[in-house]
């Protein structure tokens, strides 16, 4: 790397000789070994050494990637920006990527440097912006995002501050895009910022928590993956992308603060998986022939519905228009006590599903909030007697005693048949379960797919991650105890709660 300031090795050299003053050996070292020491620097400390001496005046504007953490004044991220856009390309190349973590950013000042941001990057851009009190969605204060010519790829997370879209660029070589915590305001739409005509090159697209979507009209040649979640205020969605592999809609229609009668037009020819978990209406909302489907995702199924609440109703419409995929996953969840409190004497409703897809892979998440699941798993496994693997999920908190144990003679456990009753899941395979706590509805649970699946091979059981080596001793007895011994067996325990490892229990 060419050395800065015109300084020569001799130069150099005398610095660390000394003659009478301090030694400055560190100024001596090549470029390339100061870069990787102010590399880990963030990037106003690495600018502040420019007062070092002539050597370090401009060597810091040679870093590609530059880092502004949480502590970062706003008005230093425009100062450095600045500083750097001063230069000449030979003394600043473009920037590679550009971290920026604010704790309390105003519209103002990231419209004082993100303009020149857009510049200078031709990277990864990442913004991250804590949330303010004062931010609203009345638009007040909007700052527009400007065109990011040259960058690859954008994450922003703004806060709730209110964006406007820019009016016209392209951003060119842009593949992957994801907007969160951000109000929407302006003429500029974002189905039309994120077009083809304006994102020839998106790959991936995320928008969560966003508000004030309204008409979201995607045409895109180059989509592979769009994510849609949280963001109420969705009106229409209308979405036209050839070469899209994977759509997720999630909570965006069917938000609690603005419910809003779907209403979509979804052309994806190619798609292979699909997690619409959303309001669904088969007269507004329209799928296109999707003959590469591989994957469905639905919405959650509450067992005990009270009277007047509809929400199964949407979960219901969109597993009978679907004949045959690979893989479903579904969510069966029980409504918390206090809820249940407030709604009303619950019922179980399982037989309101009557019709599930063909499918070889089911994935089941059961939250069951202290109930007894048994029953209506065994309702959905009825169903689904062609599947060649299963996966169990059991959500709950980290907190096993904060999960209450169901009333005497609760609904949950009736019908009681699917204790004696015989199923047989003659294609079955391969069994994994995540999160196991050891309670007796869950060895109840397991007892019976031992005696369902006639052709099991492998069971593959992570326990809940309180479980201790002692207890997964125990509970690796018992669950051996319902085994056959052409069953291959594999547990799992987590250490510190996050690392989950091979546990192999004693003899």
């Known amino acids: 790397?060419?050395?800065?300031?015109?300084?020569?090795?001799?130069?150099?050299?005398?610095?660390?000789?000394?003659?009478?003053?301090?030694?400055?050996?560190?100024?001596?070292?090549?470029?390339?070994?100061?870069?990787?020491?102010?590399?880990?620097?963030?990037?106003?400390?690495?600018?502040?050494?420019?007062?070092?001496?002539?050597r370090w005046r401009r060597l810091w504007a040679l870093l590609p990637d530059l880092d502004f953490f949480l502590d970062a004044n706003p008005d230093s991220v425009r100062g450095a920006l600045a500083?750097?856009?001063?230069?000449?390309?030979?003394?600043?190349?473009?920037?590679?990527?550009?971290?920026?973590?604010h704790s309390n950013a105003s519209p103002d000042s990231l419209a004082a440097w993100l303009p020149i941001a857009a510049r200078r990057l031709a990277g990864f851009l990442f913004v991250h912006v804590a949330p303010r009190n004062d931010a609203g969605e009345d638009g007040r204060g909007a700052f527009e995002l400007p065109c990011f010519e040259r960058a690859t790829e954008m994450t922003l997370g703004l806060g709730f501050l209110s964006l406007t879209l820019p009016p016209s660029g392209v951003f060119a070589r842009l593949t992957d895009l994801s907007l969160d915590d951000l109000y929407l305001h302006g003429p500029c739409g974002i189905g039309e910022a994120v077009s083809s005509p304006r994102c020839p090159s998106l790959q991936r697209l995320k928008v969560a928590n966003a508000q004030g979507l309204g008409n979201f009209a995607i045409h895109s040649e180059s989509l592979l993956k769009?994510?849609?979640?949280?963001?109420?205020?969705?009106?229409?969605?209308?979405?036209?992308?050839?070469?899209?592999?994977?759509?997720?809609?999630?909570?965006?229609?069917?938000?609690?603060?603005?419910?809003?009668?779907?209403?979509?037009?979804?052309?994806?020819?190619?798609?292979?998986?699909?997690?619409?978990?959303?309001?669904?209406?088969?007269?507004?909302?329209?799928?296109?022939?999707?003959?590469?489907?591989?994957?469905?995702?639905?919405?959650?199924?509450?067992?005990?519905?009270?009277?007047?609440?509809?929400?199964?109703?949407?979960?219901?419409?969109?597993?009978?228009?679907?004949?045959?995929?690979?893989?479903?996953?579904?969510?069966?969840?029980?409504?918390?006590?206090?809820?249940?409190?407030?709604?009303?004497?619950?019922?179980?409703?399982?037989?309101?599903?009557?019709?599930?897809p063909y499918v070889t892979f089911l994935s089941l998440l059961i939250t069951a909030n202290g109930h007894s699941f048994g029953a209506s798993s065994f309702h959905v496994l009825r169903m689904c007697t062609s599947i060649r693997k299963l996966m169990l999920i059991f959500s709950s908190s980290l907190d096993l005693e904060a999960e209450p144990a169901c009333a005497s003679g609760c609904f949950c456990d009736h019908p009681p048949n699917w204790k004696t009753e015989e199923l047989v899941l003659k294609r079955l395979q391969e069994v994994e379960i995540s999160y196991l706590k050891g309670t007796e509805h869950d060895f109840a649970l397991v007892k019976r797919l031992f005696s369902w699946a006639t052709a099991l091979k492998t069971m593959t059981i992570s326990f809940h991650r309180s479980i201790t080596e002692s207890m997964a001793k125990e509970f690796c007895q018992t669950i051996l105890g319902f085994s056959k011994p052409d069953i291959c067996l594999k547990f799992y325990v987590y250490q510190r709660f996050y690392k989950k490892v091979l546990y192999v229990p004693e003899d």
């Open 1 to 54: 790397m060419e050395h800065l300031e015109g300084e020569t090795a001799a130069e150099r050299a005398k610095l660390c000789a000394g003659g009478g003053g301090s030694e400055d050996c560190l100024s001596a070292l090549p470029d390339d070994v100061l870069l990787h020491i102010l590399g880990d620097l963030c990037a106003s400390a690495a600018a502040r050494t420019s007062v070092l001496s002539r």
């Open 83 to 101: 500083a750097l856009e001063a230069m000449s390309d030979n003394e600043a190349p473009p920037l590679r990527n550009l971290d920026v973590f």
């Open 226 to 356: 769009i994510k849609l979640e949280k963001s109420c205020g969705l009106q229409q969605l209308t979405i036209v992308a050839p070469a899209l592999k994977e759509l997720t809609v999630f909570y965006c229609f069917a938000h609690d603060s603005n419910p809003s009668q779907p209403v979509a037009d979804i052309a994806v020819p190619q798609l292979v998986s699909l997690q619409w978990r959303d309001a669904y209406d088969p007269s507004s909302v329209q799928f296109g022939e999707m003959a590469q489907l591989e994957l469905l995702g639905a919405t959650f199924f509450l067992v005990d519905e009270a009277d007047g609440y509809e929400h199964n109703r949407d979960c219901v419409r969109l597993l009978r228009h679907f004949e045959d995929v690979s893989t479903l996953s579904l969510e069966l969840a029980y409504m918390p006590q206090d809820i249940e409190e407030d709604l009303g004497e619950p019922h179980y409703v399982m037989e309101d599903m009557t019709r599930l």
